[in-house]
């Protein structure tokens, strides 16, 4: 499988925007009572615990994509198995990695092409994802991936924003389809 690990950092970045530190996002919630931010999608609690200290807000504010770039690859890249995946498979299963976690985008992936949705994406799952319809399979994954955050108690305040973001993000990983 070729590479696609550039492409598809770059258009999630563009789906994560700048710098927030909205109460409202669990997100921005860290475990010992400081209120926390995100930064390029990165929250501050996966910053801290990637960089080993604590940091500021006006820290996180000066991320750039070169210094996340490295957490993304290893964090969610990597572990979606995404140099396994077709292209554009891979981009929306990291995308949504990025978004509600790994386990979570593996699973939604399994339950899109019908294999048991364990969160660990081993042999039968690589098997039923190449065998599939690339066509079908985004459209079934984004369908899952709605549903989800349907199911959400704080869809009312981000459900906007995040079917605007399944809505563009299944567009892109159809581009991608060698």
Do not use: C
Not at 105 to 117: F, M
Not at 122 to 149: H, M, N, R
């Amino acid at each position: 499988m070729k590479h696609n690990w550039q492409k598809a950092f770059e258009q999630m970045l563009a789906s994560e925007g700048g710098f927030s530190d909205d109460e409202r996002d669990r997100g921005n919630q860290l475990p010992d009572g400081r209120k926390g931010s995100t930064m390029l999608g990165v929250t501050q609690y996966n910053w801290e615990k990637h960089v080993g200290h604590q940091v500021t807000h006006d820290q996180m504010r000066k991320l750039t994509p070169v210094d996340v770039e490295p957490l993304y690859k290893k964090k969610y890249w990597d572990v979606v198995q995404a140099d396994k995946l077709p292209h554009g498979i891979d981009y929306l299963v990291f995308d949504m990695g990025v978004n509600a976690g790994p386990g979570r985008s593996i699973k939604l992936l399994q339950a899109a092409v019908g294999t048991t949705p364990d969160g660990a994406l081993g042999p039968i799952t690589l098997s039923a994802i190449w065998d599939a319809d690339p066509v079908k399979l985004i459209q079934d994954f984004s369908a899952e991936k709605e549903a989800f955050y349907r199911s959400l108690d704080d869809f009312p305040v981000y459900g906007t924003g995040w079917l605007n973001r399944v809505t563009a993000v299944k567009l892109k990983a159809s581009n991608m389809l060698g």
